[in-house]
């Protein structure tokens, strides 16, 4: 490929409204652009990383036995009468109204899958199964955010298992799990799965897969000594257990009367001129809002939320009659707690209120606008608490969740009559099910935050998803024909070993070339110099290791395939 024929134009402005650095590269180097909130077309370059983590994700699950297939994404909306999830996600569901019924706009397939598969699965002699499909899902988020980090439409791998029992479906579990741990090794994310609760999706034995990331919307709690992982939610749900907690997640008790009290309390911020969202943060019950640009977290009803203790700034409400007077309905006084979110650039006259308290975390600076970028301390609480299982502190570390497994169980073929199969003395019983996902646009944007610069202005793309892995610059090469010929020889080298290679064949300045193509962000570099020329040697730059080295030319397309 030539950079001549690429659809790339140099941009060097920041883009507007885009916080991440991952979102500013994507966009300056023409990999993606938005149709509307939350909504991004492909543009090539952006295209060709999504299908290299496509075809990853398809080599490993091929590698486990799964079967790839495709689902529609226009689902009759019977199908999620069925199971009441047209209730229960109702706030992430595209409905659609069309001349012959109602359809929704699949954000997850576990209905659809169950509909295409059970007339296969007819005895234990059908069973395991396994499946998956790349598909687009439709969620109706209230907060799109990061550019692809999370979209109102997306594409999920999503797979599915059927099986006999409890022990076979853990089994199959074990084969997705392990299918994940190698897509993410390849794709260049350190990924660690992390009990999790199940959330909207039901089902017992969970993992979300974090990766650590200073613009994460997730936490989760670790251990350093012994590898206990754990993220919030999960570990409340251990609290009501009975099991112990983790204990740098103080409980905090919330008595808002009931949900109408949160409703008056989002219009009321609403009436102020804040944008207010309800948010699936923590649980379904929780409901962040967002006034000005300080994050609320509201709990309706007689509840005990945990909050990290770092994150908490204040007990009471914070933000003084403005907020408590709204909630409660009449006249019932209500405690809110004010989580501060390190991403959102806080209004200096609040966040002065916040420091005269005197809570601070580690790593949150209020009042002073600053990039998320530089915010490099991942670890957001580093405690004395000690972990359930070791006794060793615990930390909670900002995460982006990058895929998700569970074990469904029987949550959804037990309400289904015909999600049955026939065992080996005859009886109908509901198969075993777990499902998987991964968030195949969102890994793009969480390898570039990884990757990238933090001012967002060029990329190391790991090999195994650069759109090419090596660029091939002549240096000053416009007016050598030697530096010309000998790149141009070296391009079609490499490209004939069977790596991709990007000639940068344009009339532009050496520096502008190579802003470029530390946009592009091949994580090798050619460069051919009139110099090194005379010595028949040309320079290889491994920009993942900082590392260049100055090789023969002969040797060159060798060094690098
Ligand atoms: P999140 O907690 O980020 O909202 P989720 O738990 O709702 O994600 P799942 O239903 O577990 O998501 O879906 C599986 C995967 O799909 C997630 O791990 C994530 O990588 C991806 N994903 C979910 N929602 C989005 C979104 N709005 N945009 C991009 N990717 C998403
Ligand atoms: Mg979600
Ligand atoms: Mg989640
Ligand atoms: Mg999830």
């Keep these: 490929m030539r950079t001549s024929e690429l659809i790339f134009k140099s941009r060097r402005e920041v883009p507007q409204d885009a916080e991440a650095s991952s979102h500013q590269l994507l966009l300056r180097g023409n990999y993606i652009r938005r149709l509307t909130s939350g909504v991004y077309s492909f543009l090539p370059l952006g295209y060709q990383v999504l299908r290299r983590v496509e075809r990853i994700v398809e080599e490993e699950l091929d590698r486990v036995g ?10 009759p909306v019977e199908i999620w009468r069925a199971t009441g999830r047209d209730a229960k996600m109702a706030d992430v569901l595209f409905g659609v109204e069309g001349k012959s019924g109602s359809f929704v706009l699949g954000p997850t397939h576990e209905e659809a899958v169950i509909e295409a598969m059970s007339p296969d699965i007819e005895s234990y002699r059908d069973l395991p199964k396994l499946v998956y499909q790349i598909q687009t899902k439709f969620r109706d988020e209230p907060r799109a955010r990061f550019g692809l980090m999370r979209t109102r439409e997306f594409i999920m791998a999503d797979g599915y298992s059927f099986d006999v029992d409890r022990d076979t479906m853990r089994a199959s579990y074990q084969r997705f799990y392990e299918a994940y741990q190698a897509i993410f090794r390849r794709v260049g994310l350190k990924a660690e799965p992390v009990e999790a609760d199940a959330g909207s999706i039901g089902g017992d034995v969970n993992h979300e897969f974090m990766v650590a990331s200073s613009i994460g919307e997730d936490h989760f709690a670790r251990c350093r000594e012994c590898g206990y992982q754990a993220n919030i939610e999960a570990a409340r749900a251990g609290e009501r257990a009975g099991v112990p907690v983790a204990r740098d997640i103080e409980p905090v008790t919330y008595s808002t009367p009931n949900a109408p009290g949160v409703e008056i309390a989002v219009k009321a911020l609403q009436a102020a001129g804040a944008e207010v969202e309800v948010a699936s943060m923590l649980k379904s019950m929780l409901l962040v ?31 003084g009659d403005f907020v408590k007077g709204y909630i409660g309905p009449q006249g019932q006084s209500s405690r809110v707690t004010i989580l501060a979110d390190p991403l959102v650039r806080t209004r200096p006259s609040w966040a002065s209120g916040a420091n005269q308290e005197g809570s601070h975390t580690v790593g949150l600076r209020l009042g002073i606008d600053f990039n998320v970028d530089r915010f490099e301390n991942l670890v ?41 199969f026939s065992t080996v003395d005859g009886q109908e019983l509901p198969y075993w099910m777990g499902c998987y996902g991964i ?26 998803v650069a759109p090419y892995v090596v660029s091939v610059v002549g240096v000053g090469a416009t007016k050598d024909n030697d530096v010309v010929a000998v790149a141009r020889r070296l391009h079609d080298l490499i490209n004939a070993g069977g790596v991709s290679a990007l000639l940068e064949d344009r009339d532009v300045s050496t520096g502008v070339a190579m802003r470029d193509l530390e946009l592009i962000g091949s994580p090798i570099f050619c460069v051919v110099g009139a110099r090194s020329l005379a010595n028949k ?25």
């Design 66 to 75: 799964a079967s790839e297939l495709l689902l529609p994404a226009l689902h």
């Design 289 to 319: 809002g967002e006034a000005g640009q300080l994050v609320l977290a509201l709990l309706p009803g007689d509840r005990t939320l945990n909050v990290p203790r770092g994150m908490r700034l204040a007990e009471d409400v914070e933000m």
């Design 380 to 420: 957001v609480v580093q405690d004395q608490d000690p972990c359930p299982h070791c006794g060793a502190p615990l930390e909670l570390v900002r995460s982006v969740e990058v895929g998700h497994t569970f074990q469904l169980g029987l949550t959804y073929s037990g309400m289904l009559a015909h999600a049955r």
């Design 439 to 464: 968030g195949v646009t969102r890994v793009p944007a969480v390898i570039a935050q990884q990757y990238g610069s933090p001012e967002g202005d060029a990329v190391a793309w790991p090999v195994e």
């Design 537 to 561: 040697m040309v320079e290889i730059r491994d920009r993942m290791h900082d590392r260049t080295t100055l090789v023969p030319i002969e040797k060159a397309p060798a060094a690098v395939i």
